[in-house]
Nanobody
Framework: QVQLVESGGGLVQAGGSLILSCAASGRTFSQYAVGWFRQAPGKEREFVAAMSWSGGSTYYPNSVKGRFTISRDNAKNTAYLQMNSLKPEDTAVYYC???????????????WGQGTQVTVSS
C-alpha cells in the first residue's frame, strides 16, 4: 500500500502560480510512476501530468503543456506539480496518484490521495 497526501492548494488570481505537493508513505515510492489528475464540479476527472519512477519520462495534455511541470524527489518520497499562468478553467480538485504503469488512463493508477482544492479567480 502507498498512502498519498496532497497539499498546497488554495485560491490564486488568474496568471498566478501554485505548487502542489504529494507526500507518499508506505511502500517504496520510488518504484512507482506518479501522476496528477483534476476534477472540476460537474465534470469527469481528467489527466494533468505524469512522470515515470525515474523521472526520465513525463506526459502532459495540451491543456497544461508549457504551464505545468511535474517533478519528484524520491529521497523525500514527494512529488510536485508546479502550476504557472493559471486560468479560471484550471479550478478543480487536484489528485495525486501512484502506480506501476506510466499512463494517462485514470483507471490504471493504483493509489490515490484525497485531493486538494485549487481555485483560480478571474
Amino acid at each position: 500500500q502507498v498512502q498519498l497526501v496532497e497539499s498546497g492548494g488554495g485560491l490564486v488570481q488568474a496568471g498566478g502560480s501554485l505548487i502542489l505537493s504529494c507526500a507518499a508513505s508506505g511502500r517504496t515510492f520510488s518504484q512507482y510512476a506518479v501522476g496528477w489528475f483534476r476534477q472540476a464540479p460537474g465534470k469527469e476527472r481528467e489527466f494533468v501530468a505524469a512522470m515515470s519512477w525515474s523521472g526520465g519520462s513525463t506526459y502532459y495534455p495540451n491543456s497544461v503543456k508549457g504551464r505545468f511541470t511535474i517533478s519528484r524527489d524520491n529521497a523525500k518520497n514527494t512529488a510536485y506539480l508546479q502550476m504557472n499562468s493559471l486560468k479560471p478553467e484550471d479550478t478543480a480538485v487536484y489528485y495525486c496518484a501512484a502506480g506501476s504503469t506510466l499512463t494517462t488512463a485514470e483507471r490504471r493508477w493504483d493509489y490515490w490521495g484525497q485531493g486538494t482544492q485549487v481555485t483560480v479567480s478571474s
